[in-house]
């Protein structure tokens, strides 16, 4: 049974287009993240959630939209896809938010390719 | 300002061989540190956790040891597996409220 699973693994699409991304966790954490990884590997926080609420909205462009319909699911979706956006995009759980020994639980990562 | 520095960037050595991947970081304050293993396609799975008033900690073939005075933490691996080929990777909590940060991570490649 995956804790975090994330859909779809791969994505291809043009730019322009508009496109989302899927998050499940099945472990009862209260907090899910949204995490883009870069060409230089570097992890990056974009959007955190505590029970359906933000919490973290870090310096993304308002065309990334977080949705967290409950406290299990958190969704990204994409508005007008630029090359730049091309990345690996990364869902996570913890049990507690801020919590000092905050353990997160990734799902495998969403591979986004803006051609 | 990079607040995380990970050396050596990639590593290779031969099954069976012990490594040591070196942490640095500026983040503060500082509550505790993190190793986390990426394999490849995978999202990172975290291996060991450091607080501020440990110095080593085992688990497993692998050992962490932190120097929060000089903000220095070390990931030894021994008798290395193919298997623990990965990214591993550094993450220091500043205790900010979920905001942490990442190492680049040090790609290790065992080979038989």
């Known amino acids: 049974d995956t804790a975090v699973s994330q859909t779809p693994k791969y994505l291809v699409t043009q730019m322009g287009n508009d496109k989302s991304i899927k998050c499940e966790q099945n472990l009862g954490h209260d907090t899910m993240y949204w995490y883009k990884q870069d060409s230089k590997k570097f992890l990056k926080i974009m959007f955190s959630y505590n029970n359906k609420e933000l919490i973290i909205n870090e310096t993304v462009p308002n065309r990334f939209s977080p949705k967290s319909p409950d406290k299990a699911h958190l969704n990204l979706h994409i508005n007008s896809l630029e090359l730049g956006d091309s990345a690996v995009y990364f869902c996570a759980s913890s049990q507690d938010r801020g919590a000092v020994n905050e353990k997160l639980f990734f799902g495998s990562g969403t591979q986004l390719s803006v051609l | 300002k990079n607040q995380v520095e990970q050396s050596p960037q990639s590593l290779i050595i031969l099954e069976g061989k012990n490594c040591t991947l070196q942490?640095?970081?500026?983040?503060?304050?500082?509550?505790?540190l993190r190793w986390y293993k990426q394999d490849t396609g995978r999202g990172p799975v975290s291996l060991t956790i450091m607080t501020f008033s440990e110095n080593t900690k085992s688990n497993g073939r692998y050992t962490a040891t932190l120097d929060a005075d000089t903000k220095q933490s070390s990931l030894h691996i021994t008798a290395s597996q193919l298997s623990d080929s990965a990214s591993y990777i550094c993450v220091p909590n500043p205790n900010q409220g979920g905001k942490l940060i990442f190492g680049q991570g040090t790609e290790l490649s065992v080979k038989p």
């Open positions: 942490c640095n970081y500026t983040v503060s304050p500082f509550s505790n």
